[in-house]
């Protein structure tokens, strides 16, 4: 009455559309984890091509980033929970414009808003600030 069809309905005896669907989501996954890679790599080559710049500053803002993840290992006895904090600081300098860049939680701690003193950065890539011992704004 079917012929061959082992009983496999739309997929086929040989898993027709399944056999092409899977390799193409391990495909995408594979491109979005390239691009990221590339452009990860684009960027930290951009920062190195910069020129290390030291710049009166004043930190206007700090913010937090906290991200969630869930792992299931299949096993319901077996989930577990995790999160992570990423530290961000925006710095404004004496021509108005404003730079975030993220720390880490150490710095991120020991800096306040509204202190003022010289930035240090090469592109996007954050690489320290000293406070000032006197307030004076610019």
Same mark, same amino acid.
């Given at each position: 009455?079917?012929?061959?069809?082992?009983?496999?309905?739309?997929?086929?005896? #040989? /898993?027709?559309?399944?056999?092409?669907?899977?390799?193409l989501i391990f495909a995408?996954?594979?491109?979005?984890?390239?691009?990221?890679?590339? +452009?990860?790599?684009?960027?930290?080559?951009r920062n190195n091509g910069?020129?290390?710049?030291?710049? #009166?500053?004043?930190?206007?803002?700090? +913010? %937090? *980033?906290?991200? *969630?993840?869930?792992?299931?290992?299949?096993?319901?006895?077996? %989930?577990? /929970?995790?999160?992570?904090?990423?530290?961000?600081? %925006?710095?404004?300098? =004496?021509s108005g414009d404003r730079?975030?860049? @993220?720390?880490?939680?150490? =710095?991120?701690?020991?800096?306040?808003?509204?202190?003022?003193?010289?930035?240090?950065?090469?592109? %996007? @890539?954050?690489?320290?600030?000293?406070?000032?011992?006197?307030?004076?704004?610019?």
């Amino acid at each position: 009455m079917f012929g061959n069809d082992p009983g496999f309905g739309v997929f086929g005896s #040989e /898993f027709g559309a399944l056999g092409t669907i899977v390799p193409l989501i391990f495909a995408a996954v594979l491109g979005i984890i390239a691009f990221s890679a590339i +452009r990860g790599f684009a960027q930290w080559n951009r920062n190195n091509g910069q020129p290390l710049l030291s710049v #009166e500053a004043r930190l206007v803002s700090k +913010r %937090t *980033h906290v991200s *969630h993840h869930h792992h299931d290992d299949g096993d319901s006895n077996h %989930t577990s /929970f995790h999160s992570s904090t990423s530290y961000y600081v %925006t710095f404004e300098v =004496e021509s108005g414009d404003r730079m975030e860049f @993220r720390v880490d939680g150490r =710095e991120f701690g020991m800096l306040a808003e509204g202190d003022m003193g010289k930035l240090s950065f090469q592109g %996007t @890539r954050y690489h320290g600030f000293s406070r000032s011992q006197g307030t004076a704004a610019y």
